[in-house]
């Protein structure tokens, strides 16, 4: 995928989620991020090779309208976990965009990991870190304000890792498609409740939103 390309998906993407002005610099450090991705995945599986450049351009536009709508929920952002990052997305295009972010980006799997070291190292992300290995040893278990994940299973898989994860009243925002009621656990298990739902433009699904209540 050419530098052209790159910069005319990622313009794309901004212009759908509503981003006009942005921090100084960070749309070069989203370009030089996606460019990064493209590149490695021709050598290590981080996002499909079918239509590479295409699903770079939703995976950058899902990201985006998924921070949108924790913005706009006024979701508490700063400490947040991105629990199975792969690639990086969402978190990697959060960190980018809102630099204030306290980001700590979770994969188990060691060659995403090692390459989502080289991206915060590369585009010069301060404030985010990698974390190798399952989330659900993580040391700093009950202190994120905010997790997010993007692909990374089943409701009824995640909602107990979040909840771990999350200090009481922090939250969990994520992507589903059509049948995302069906994942919701009947009755609810632990602490973690059905907040909101919100259908995305362009038809790319919708946020679901959780949060962590205090237990008696």
Known sequence: ???????????????????????PGAREKLESYIGEVGAWSERIHL????????????????????LRTAEESALPLHRVADIGSGAGFPGVVWKI????????LFERRLKPALFLERIV?????????VVGGDASNCREAGSFDLVVSKAAGRLEAILPLAELLLRTDGA????????????????????????????LPEKRGTAI???KKPTA
Do not use: C
């Open 121 to 129: 190292t590369l585009v010069g992300l301060e404030g985010a870190r």
């Open 209 to 211: 939103l959780f949060r």
């Open 172 to 199: 969990y925002i994520t992507i589903k498609g059509r049948s995302w009621e069906s994942e919701i656990p009947e009755p609810p298990q632990g602490a973690m409740r059905f907040e909101a739902a919100a259908n």
């Open 97 to 104: 965009l809102r630099p204030d972010l306290e980001m700590t």
């Open 47 to 66: 996002v499909g090779r079918s239509r590479l450049g295409g699903n770079l351009g939703l995976l950058v536009l899902d990201s985006l309208l998924l």
């Open 1 to 23: 995928m050419t530098g052209e390309r790159t910069e005319e998906r990622v313009g794309s993407a901004l212009r759908k989620a509503g981003y006009g002005a942005l921090a």
